[in-house]
């Protein structure tokens, strides 16, 4: 999923949720930020303390970097969560290993993962926490079938359009950036395909199977299972029976499923910020913006750069109110959320890559 989904409709089933502005507004952020924080390592103030962080995405989403895609430390927790082929944790599915960290959409880890983000809201940065996990929760939609590390299951032999039909323009786009054995990571075979929400499509996988997508009606899904958990979140009980989306908000949304096709999602993000603006939701209008780096930015409050990229003899000054900031919590929340995953919560699934 791209910013359209991440920030602005997780922002918009936030407010639907019941979650006031300014608390939906974290909850919104940090599931894109999750896309956006590629630096890494440790951050130095001029009094002499410092700050390490960790990164959940890389610089350049670019499946040619395959030395970089290769780090399972950031694509298994953060965008292929791991779905035990949608069984619980007692039992495995049939197969080779790998089929247990095929993402699943709304899996019992997945699910697991939303507890205990609920288990834990009395942290200081559980909204921010939830951010995190609202991104993973969301991307099993969109990531169902494809797995976080490099393996034939991923590779996709054809490309299908919305009839079934191959896609040759696709596939030439495909070869352009073919390498070898590198590419079979994520979802890097069938390129940025599961991540328009506007998009029908198809492949035909590794085992010859033919697997058809109808991205509106995963992502309409997805923004009901997230509404859902985000409702439980407020009533501070992972089994509470909540409705989810209003009927007039899920017609809204499934209708920007559909309709706003274009390429790039910040386009996309640019008309969701606009229609909340418009007060096209019934939750009423409001201004809503997001700047992941430079000026404006979290970072930017938090710590005083405008850069895009840190150096490492970057000494930065020391303000007070850092350890309270947005920037610094998201960052505790992203190594809580990962130490979790890894540690805690796939192990309980016998899966181990921590």
């Known amino acids: 999923m791209q910013i359209d989904f991440h920030h602005g409709v997780t922002y918009v089933v936030a407010r639907l949720a019941g979650f006031p502005h300014h608390e939906a507004d974290i909850i919104a952020y940090c599931a894109q930020y999750v896309d956006d924080a590629t630096n890494s390592g440790l951050i130095q103030f001029d ?23 290769a780090n399972h430390r950031v694509w298994i927790p953060f965008h292929f969560l791991p779905g035990n082929g949608g069984l619980p944790a007692s039992i495995a599915p049939e197969g080779e ?17 939303v507890r205990e983000c609920i288990a834990q809201q009395n942290d200081p940065y559980s909204l921010h926490r939830l ?17 976080g ?10 490309l299908l359009d919305g009839e079934g039909k ?4 696709l596939m030439n786009r495909l070869t352009s950036f073919f390498i070898g054995e590198a590419l079979p990571i994520g979802h890097g075979t069938v390129l940025s395909n599961p991540d328009k929400p506007f998009l029908r499509w198809g492949y035909i996988n590794s085992k010859g199977e033919r697997i058809m997508r109808d991205n509106p009606t995963d992502y ?44 790039k999602g910040y386009e996309r993000h640019a008309i ?16 809503v913006s997001y700047v992941a780096k430079g000026k404006g930015s979290w970072k930017h409050q938090a710590i005083g750069t405008e850069a895009i990229e840190d150096k490492k003899d970057t000494i930065f000054k020391y303000e007070p ?7 610094k919590l998201f960052h505790d929340a992203l190594q809580a959320h990962r130490f979790y995953v890894l540690h805690e919560l796939l192990p309980q699934y016998n899966i181990c890559l921590g």
């Open 149 to 158: 590390i490099t393996h034939e299951l991923n590779d996709a032999i054809e």
């Open 220 to 263: 309409l899904e997805a923004a009901q299972h997230l509404c859902m958990a985000l409702q439980r979140y407020r009533l501070g009980n992972a089994d509470a029976d909540v409705p989810g989306l209003l009927d007039s908000d899920r017609q809204q949304i499934a209708h920007f499923f559909n309709t706003l096709t274009h390429s």
């Open 321 to 327: 109110d850092f350890l309270k900031s947005n920037w």
């Open 272 to 287: 969701w910020l606009s229609a909340i603006a418009e007060g096209r939701f019934s939750f009423g209008p409001q201004q």
């Open 47 to 69: 009094n002499g303390w410092s700050f390490s962080r960790i990164s959940s995405a890389h610089k350049m989403l670019d499946y040619r970097n395959f030395e970089e895609l």
């Open 166 to 169: 191959r896609n040759l323009n």
């Open 97 to 113: 290993l790998e089929r247990k960290l095929i993402c699943k959409p709304n899996s019992y880890i997945a699910q697991d993962m």
């Open 131 to 147: 951010g995190i996990a609202m991104h993973v929760y969301a991307d099993t939609w969109a990531h169902q079938g494809f797995l």
